[in-house]
């Protein structure tokens, strides 16, 4: 028997509901394939908060070093939105990314030929689309220093947040991100605004650079308002992307609203050495959280991401996505991917249905 | 008779060929409402660079401030693209915008029905949008200090620009977003991503105050990553969006591109004292440039937004329109928006078009 022990984290809103059922589905696929899972579960965002007054408390961050993977729903909700900064549950989630070096988030935005008719985009536009983004996450504007609000000699404010990447930083996404295209269709496209700025002049000339390293993988170059256009237009020209953490932040969400169906997607954030975190793309949904309502094929997608990348268990993981596709196949839908004729579930009963199949 | 003084800077690719017709319409309606036009021509971007080796010789700067208007056709090219930053077509626009604090970025993204197939959204998602995207123009992490690539003290190398507003430059671009609002549906958007940025706290809390002063305007906040995400989702639910530099970069072209016809989509830089540029949202197509087929009627609808917005000329303005509104309407259409059972027009024959109407 293999064990792993895993960190639980389920944090805000829909959260702890969507968790239960991964970590049933974890459960039953661990018996099936004769793996142990030792799931430990610990605080973070608002119920940190509200608990300890941390949105990420350093028992918490200990729990995750000490295991081999973690597992985060979702975190956040209109009760801590008007706390200071230092007590948000953003600035939990930023401090987890910070505190295990989780420099790389892969977010895929696939289109499921059940869901199609989610999508605002016509199905001619989104049919096949699958797109991995590769955001760099523990650089760039989100950590740059110097930050902070001053006050300029003339007694103004002046809100100021520093955009920077070092070479060694850019290297080590760069390296991730063609092996993610390796894996893939072999395409990579390097977004950023070099035309503009500085700190993507530097970013376009490593990622270049690189690619001699990856003579296999053909490699282009888009500024980061084209991109946001050419996603919209023509979402199936793309394979892999590579961006920066604030350009990843907004590309990655445009993109996975392509697939009309956020509640489906998954992502990863993996750094050298500390486990990685595994999470939906979706957030916490506040206004249904606690009914029942959920989706947790994202939160359970994810569960199988984390089988895929952190634990090397792709046979575990290919049973989880494959029982997601039969449930749809069957009809079976939560509220948010629901369409006429299909069977409406609750959270807890999708998990059933999956535990099922 | 009233008499403007109009600066045009047809600049690269496709520009003079659209500019020509722009120039041709403003002509045809001033001899109409009895309104003479002097129009003066200068260099920028490639053109200027070839010529006088730099994107914006101080005399262009010159003749534009010498003017009532300026109207801009389109920038860059393959070309230059290649050359060291101070030698680019790009750094000819920023010098422009600054040169004559355009502060503020008017562009709307409104779709036409008889365009309503050129979308690849479905047409009942993007039936009836119309979008103004206000966006800061001269500030942000476009010029802010410091900035450039500079060595480490372990030798490596950073690239760094800064984000950065002041309270006054945000009540500036604010107060021209309520008041556009105050024109339009009475609902204003801001963007921002103050869950992460200390320069985007401060100006959710500027906006914020500054709403007191603008009763009848709604106002709503959207971090930058769901805005891209909403854009995409469900269009219709904005109507004036207020944003900085980068973001305004990004969300404008995707709600341009939800309209499916960037050809279609004038803007306007407006400052305090300077004059206005009004320029067409699309770049300069290099590829198509000199072959008689680029579109010109976000060239056009450009002159119309001059007449309406700097020369306060609203009877001329909405005649440019409702020329184009009817060139569409029987059916007359260029290659970037062509359909079946349309007719096919070159960029020259569309602008007899116009003028025949
Ligand atoms: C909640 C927020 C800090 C976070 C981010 O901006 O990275 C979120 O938008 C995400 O993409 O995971
Ligand atoms: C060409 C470039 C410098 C410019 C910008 O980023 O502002 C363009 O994308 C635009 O939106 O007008």
Redesign the interface.
């Known amino acids: 028997t293999t064990q792993y022990r895993i960190t639980l984290l389920p944090g805000d809103g829909i959260g702890p509901e969507i968790m239960l059922v991964a970590v049933d589905v974890l459960k039953v696929v661990g018996k099936q394939l004769d793996i142990r899972f030792e799931f430990q579960e610990a605080l973070i965002g608002g119920a940190a908060i509200d608990a300890t007054g941390e949105p990420l408390p350093s028992t918490t961050l200990e729990m995750c070093k000490d295991s081999d993977a973690v597992l985060l729903a979702a975190i956040g909700g209109y009760k801590w939105d008007n706390l200071p900064?230092h007590l948000?549950p953003?600035t939990g989630l930023?401090a987890l990314r910070a505190g295990l070096s989780l420099f790389a988030n892969l977010r895929p935005a696939k289109i499921l030929p059940q869901l199609i008719d989610a999508s605002?985009?016509?199905p001619e536009?989104v049919e096949g689309v699958d797109i991995m983004v590769v955001r760099e996450l523990t650089g760039g504007?989100?950590f740059?220093q110097p930050?902070?609000?001053f006050t300029?000699e003339t007694g103004?404010?002046?809100?100021?947040?520093?955009?920077?990447?070092?070479?060694?930083e850019i290297d080590r996404i760069g390296r991730v991100a063609f092996e993610t295209a390796q894996k893939r269709q072999g395409k990579l496209c390097s977004v950023d605004?070099a035309?503009?700025?500085?700190?993507?002049?530097?970013?376009r000339d490593r990622i270049t650079q690189l690619a001699a390293e990856y003579p296999d993988v053909e490699l282009s170059h888009m500024y980061?308002?084209?991109a946001?256009?050419q996603?919209?237009?023509?979402p199936k020209q793309f394979d892999t992307i590579v961006t920066g953490n604030?350009?990843g932040?907004?590309?990655?969400?445009?993109a996975?609203?392509?697939t009309?169906s956020?509640g489906m997607l998954p992502s990863a954030s993996l750094g050298a050495a500390d486990p990685g975190v595994f999470e939906p793309v979706h957030g916490s949904a506040p206004d249904i959280a606690g009914q029942d309502k959920a989706n947790p094929l994202a939160q359970v997608l994810s569960a199988a991401m984390m089988l895929r990348y952190a634990l090397n268990q792709p046979v575990a993981a290919d049973r989880i996505e494959n029982a997601v596709l039969q449930v749809l196949d069957r009809g079976d839908r939560t509220g948010d991917i629901m369409s006429p004729g299909m069977n409406l579930l609750g959270c807890h009963a999708m998990g059933e249905a999956l535990i099922q199949v």
Chains 1, 2 share one sequence.
């Open positions: 900064r948000r953003e930023l605002s985009l016509k536009i504007v989100y740059g930050k902070g609000i300029t103004e404010k002046r809100g100021v947040n520093t955009m920077a990447y070092t070479e060694a605004k035309n503009v700025l500085e700190v993507s002049q530097l970013w980061v308002d084209n946001a256009m996603l919209v237009r023509y604030l350009f932040d907004i590309l990655s969400d445009a996975a609203m392509l009309g956020i």
